[in-house]
């Protein structure tokens, strides 16, 4: 199985300043093929199910604010929350889908400083 | 608009059964991949398995943890996936969400969710 790891486990955050997250995982995710990421990025508000917020590693679903990025080669990888709102306070986790079964990092919170 | 409702979660003793099922609407089910992620309290999501649309083999996985005892099936004439959980432990506590995927992410990348049925194994 690949496994996902964070950092920060939490990390607080000046409103309108930038907030990083990163994530690694124990095999390469890309695939060569396509030349694609097979990484995702969820948020997680409390009482809510995630929202799929970049899939492909760098692509922004639909409706997702720009102010969300993600980067990344093929085993680390990058959320930026690039001016943190308030509305941002949340987990974010990580997740690959290269290969069954697909796995999850263990989330890092965010929180306004 | 996409609407995942899940149904059928509780409490049950373990070793015992439960069948959860999730209908969904506003998107082409026969063509969906569908997918369950579970979620203990205060941990990290955790993948449980998914079913492929019929055109793309209708097969299905599973993570080791419920390899066995679980059993994902559909009814594309009800729009519905059903996830049967069987031999139930106490580790299976946690909230249980259907999912559909990002098309052509092989029901990785997981857009729609489901509000989430709550499965309490007690001893």
């Known amino acids: 199985d690949i496994v996902m790891t964070q950092s920060p486990d939490s990390l607080a955050v000046s409103l309108g300043e930038r907030a990083t997250i990163n994530c690694r995982s124990s095999?390469?995710?890309?695939?060569?093929?396509?030349?694609?990421?097979?990484l995702a990025w969820y948020q997680q508000k409390p009482g809510q199910p995630p929202k799929l917020l970049i899939y492909?590693?760098?692509t922004r679903e639909s409706g997702v604010p720009d102010r969300f990025s993600g980067s990344g080669s093929g085993t680390d990888f990058t959320l930026t929350i690039s001016s943190l709102q308030a509305e941002d306070v949340a987990l974010y986790y990580c997740?690959?889908?290269?290969?069954?079964?697909?796995?999850f990092g263990p989330g890092t919170k965010v929180d306004i400083k | 608009e996409v609407q995942l409702v899940e149904s059928g979660g509780g409490l049950v003793k373990t070793g015992g059964s439960l069948r959860l099922s999730c209908v969904a609407s506003?998107?082409?089910?026969?063509?969906?991949?569908m997918t369950w992620v579970r979620q203990a309290p205060g941990k990290r999501l955790e993948w449980v398995g998914r079913i492929k649309s019929k055109g793309g083999g209708g097969t299905t996985d599973y993570a080791a943890p419920v390899k066995g005892r679980f059993t994902i099936s559909r009814d594309d004439s009800k729009n519905t996936v059903f996830l049967q959980m069987n031999s139930l432990k106490t580790e299976d506590t946690a909230v249980y969400y259907c999912?559909?995927?990002?098309?052509?992410?092989?029901?990785?990348?997981?857009?729609?969710w489901g509000q989430g049925a709550l499965v309490t194994v007690s001893s």
């Open positions: 492909w590693a760098s």
């Open positions: 997740q690959q889908y290269s290969s069954t079964p697909f796995t």
């Open positions: 999912t559909k995927d990002v098309p052509f992410t092989g029901g990785g990348a997981m857009l729609y």
């Open positions: 095999q390469s995710v890309l695939d060569s093929s396509n030349n694609k990421k097979y």
């Open positions: 506003g998107l082409p089910f026969i063509e969906a991949w």
